[in-house]
């Protein structure tokens, strides 16, 4: 190997072995001349990710979406989104004969008929409910990290609006096959929003063409926000969300040269493309596998829906679920007065109550900003452990959803530990509140507790234990393997072996990668 | 070897190659430069990972190929599952541990820009937006509240189409059914319903003929005892429920589910959504659960034939609360 420190020679013109141009120049160029992607693109290249497994949780947000929206191109190509009735003569033998909707008539044949129709469709179903899970445990990390802090307030909101719209988008693709469960979930939405007092029933009718189940009107309505308005806009802010995401970069956990003012990671191409690609590729292949192996919404086994018709243990879609457990331990208050109804028992838990969580998400950078005085910026994420109170604020938060997702199995709990619905539906009217404070205090001294003693939570380096052939005992440490990181615990700073104000490496020209030293 | 060079910090160091040398000096390396210890593949053994992340690839390859087989013979959804599952995650899982292993780790390191500008850009921002504006603004109030008033006065019409446009007004369609007077009370099938149709303890839904499957109009028809028993659940109702028959709105008055369960024993209906439980003899009083009204009862009357029929239109909306309802 030679140390010469002379230049690259990028400034030349660089030719391939036989003197010809190098097509990839050639190529740059090309592009560069017309739209000036080099230099930019050149910083692109060189973008540092930080590496740590929660770091995953969004791209799978990310690849899900992608998967959602690859599977229902698919989908739209055999679905007919109309209420239109006939009877039934297709490929699914039971079915025959019956009175089905064309909606309802399409799912079942595209599952069936179309081949490995059944495996994307049901790909699509478990891509919406991995897309929402994701973006939940995403929202987790950058919670109980601190992530949301300073200058990253915006992105947390955009992130809140996007959960808002994949819980709405999974909603209004469950509801179109027109199933008697999704039909269901939609005769109770049009009563939450007939429930919104003075514009309510205004609301209601106008959505459904009339009084419930309306004029027919409302899957084509549902079918073109779930598949163009809804996606255009989670599109929109995703766009906006990996946006800033490259303008603020990224942040990163504390640890062996990694600073407010650096990023520590490895670069994008190659490296980070490498990684990601593959992950996109195994998040597809465990979905796919998923949607051959784990049946999902087996809508011909539910039937057509039809209003007068109902089944035991009717749940939503579990990202669903906590607004059902609020609907069914809501005490029965009804206000009345002045030739007036507000039916509060639904209002409250369907539409104040979803209203003030996503509100209190919303706010909750600036209002904790607020509590702790603490306005500067910050790059370096917490551990949990050393922010007892958010992070029991957290849990308790946590505990209190979890609790109400409970809830809506009220009915399949009591069947399964035989015991009288009446005490399950008290236990959890009660549960709900002491849940959350039992748990979000004991996460608060856990958290104490975990600050408190030096050492935890660091990986133990192994020792070896040799015996001679003398007898005797030889203990040896390991060689310290990657990701073994002492210093992480360390408060002291750890010393950074990089030159800040160096504006331009000598590198002749090349901006900004640099190496810090390997641990050993 | 390529004519890529190594340009680290102290010459000395880097050919030293010991770059994790603590001198506390920034060294600089571009990305090309192979031979550095930072750009070394991650793994121990890269011979060894190689052989593994191909044969990772082959199972990916190989799955491809089977789903490309089974489905060119007919396919099977659980094997189409299995094999192009496999095939995507064992192809997804070898280039990542390409990326991982055979790809240098680092670890590099980028700076962060400052995002804030400096104190004088901002106020010189804020001091134009403010400045243009009274520019645009000064003496011109009067267009200013022409054009808020435009403004609003579109935003109200575009609700027009984009809201109203959708669906009737609510008026009497939320508050009226099409049970009325004499009405005979028909089964899903249209067939007219008989005194002697249902046993003691049965249930029916049942529709006013010629609205059969009708959702807001769904009734529960329940014969709680005998023939020889008119139940009156409340006073004023001493002649809606002749001969052991009872009927009761389907509609739950929690969220609208239908109240599909009839526990015959108890003499209950049980909502399914949301578990709301209603005393049939009591006028269908909620006794559990969210629902907060009773479910309306429909007046009955049994012909000379012995055919049943309703009295009269339920007395007050049936379904969920809403705010036009007294």
């Not at chain 1, 490498?274 to 195994?282: E, I, Q, R």
């Not at chain 2, 269908?284 to 049994?302: D, E, K, S, W, Y």
Request: proline share 8%; glycine share 12%; aromatic share 12%.
């Amino acid at each position: 190997m030679t140390t010469t420190t002379s230049p690259t020679p990028t400034g030349g013109a660089r030719r391939g072995r036989a003197g010809k141009p190098d097509p990839v120049v050639a190529g740059v160029r090309w592009l560069d001349e017309r739209l000036g992607v080099a230099k930019g693109g050149r910083v692109l290249l060189d973008k540092i990710f930080p590496d740590h497994w929660s770091f995953l949780l969004g791209e799978i947000a990310l690849y899900s979406f992608v998967i959602l929206i690859a599977t229902g191109v698919f989908l739209s190509l055999y679905f007919i989104p109309s209420a239109q009735e006939f009877v039934y003569h297709g490929v699914y033998a039971p079915l025959r004969g019956s009175r089905v909707s064309s909606a309802f008539a399409s799912t079942v044949d595209l599952s069936f008929k179309v081949r490995s129709g059944l495996v994307i469709r049901q790909m699509h179903h478990w891509a919406a409910d991995v897309f929402v899970g994701s973006i939940a445990v995403h929202m987790c990390r950058i919670f109980f990290t601190g992530a949301f802090r300073k200058p990253r307030e915006l992105n947390w909101m955009i992130g809140i609006t996007l959960l808002i719209l994949a819980l709405t988008n999974g909603f209004i693709g469950y509801s179109l096959p027109d199933d008697l469960v999704s039909g269901t979930g939609l005769r109770i939405m049009f009563s939450i929003v007939l429930s919104i007092p003075v514009v309510g029933t205004y609301l209601a009718t106008f959505l459904f063409g009339g009084n419930f189940p309306g004029d027919g009107t409302i899957i084509p309505r549902l079918f073109i926000l779930h598949v163009l308005v809804v996606p255009l806009v989670i599109l929109g802010l995703l766009a906006a969300h990996l946006g800033l995401l490259v303008r603020q970069k990224h942040t990163q956990f504390p640890g062996h040269g990694r600073t407010e003012k650096n990023v520590v990671g490895t670069p994008m191409y190659p490296t980070f493309i490498a990684k990601t690609t593959g992950f996109l590729f195994m998040v597809a292949g465990v979905l796919w596998a998923l949607g051959g192996l784990a049946q999902i919404n087996p809508i011909w086994q539910f039937g057509q829906y039809e209003p007068y018709k109902i089944s035991y243990a009717v749940q939503p879609d579990w990202y669903m679920g906590w607004l059902d457990g609020a609907l069914r331990i809501m005490p029965p208050w009804s206000f009345h007065a002045f030739g007036h109804t507000i039916p509060f028992v639904v209002t409250f838990p369907a539409v104040l109550f979803p209203g003030l969580c996503f509100n209190l998400f919303y706010v909750w950078p600036s209002l904790e900003a607020r509590l702790t005085g603490d306005h500067a910026e910050h790059h370096l994420l917490d551990r949990p452990r050393d922010r007892p109170r958010r992070t029991a604020i957290g849990v308790g938060a946590l505990a209190f959803f979890f609790t109400l997702f409970a809830a809506s199995s009220t009915d399949v709990l009591a069947n399964y530990f035989q015991i009288s619905l009446n005490e399950v539906l008290w236990f959890f009217r009660f549960a709900v509140f002491v849940i959350p404070v039992i748990a979000g205090f004991f996460a608060y001294y856990l958290c104490r507790e975990m600050s408190g003693v030096p050492g935890i939570g660091r990986r133990k380096r192994a020792v070896v234990i040799t015996r001679s052939p003398q007898g005797e005992y030889e203990s040896v440490p390991t060689e310290p393997r990657p990701g073994d990181s002492p210093e992480e615990l360390d408060p002291s700073p750890v010393p950074v072996r990089i030159e800040l104000d160096d504006p331009e490496p000598v590198g002749a020209g090349i901006p900004g990668v640099r190496r810090i030293p390997r641990r050993r | 070897m390529t004519d890529d060079t190594l340009t680290s910090g102290p010459p000395g160091a880097a050919a030293a190659g010991s770059h994790g040398a603590d001198d506390g000096h920034a060294a600089v390396l571009p990305l090309a430069a192979f031979d550095d210890p930072h750009m070394q593949p991650y793994a121990k053994n890269p011979r060894r990972a190689e052989a593994i992340i191909g044969l990772i690839l082959l199972v990916g390859l190989a799955g491809f190929c089977a789903y490309g087989g089974l489905f060119w013979v007919g396919g099977q959804p659980q094997w189409e599952g299995v094999f192009f599952g496999v095939g995507l995650f064992a192809f997804g899982f070898g280039m990542s541990a390409w990326g991982k292993y055979l790809l240098p780790q680092g670890p590099f390191e980028e700076q962060r820009h400052v995002l804030a500008s400096t104190e004088p850009e901002v106020e010189a921002m804020a001091a134009a937006i403010e400045e243009r504006g009274k520019m645009v603004f000064r003496r011109r109030g009067f267009l200013g509240t022409i054009l808020g008033a435009g403004a609003g006065v579109m935003g109200i019409v575009l609700a027009f189409p984009l809201l109203r446009s959708l669906g009737p007004q609510p008026k009497k369609s939320l508050a009226v059914t099409n049970w009325t007077k004499g009405v005979a009370v028909v089964d899903l099938d249209g067939r007219q319903i008989h005194q002697a149709d249902l046993e003691v303890g049965g249930a029916l839904t049942v529709f006013p003929q010629g609205f059969e499957g009708s959702a807001v109009d769904q009734t529960m028809l329940i014969r709680p005892a005998p023939a020889d028993q008119d139940i009156v659940t409340k006073p004023g109702r001493e002649t809606w429920g002749p001969k052991g028959y009872l009927a009761y709105s389907k509609l739950c008055t929690h969220a609208g589910c239908p109240v599909g369960l009839y526990e015959g024993t108890l003499k209950r209906l049980l909502c399914p959504c949301h578990q709301s439980l209603f005393e049939v003899l009591t006028g269908a009083n909620p006794v559990f659960g969210p629902a907060p009204r009773p479910l309306p009862q429909l007046p009955l009357m049994i012909d000379s034939r012995g055919f049943l029929h309703a009295q009269g239109p339920y007395s007050e909306p049936v379904g969920p609360g809403f705010w036009e309802r007294a």
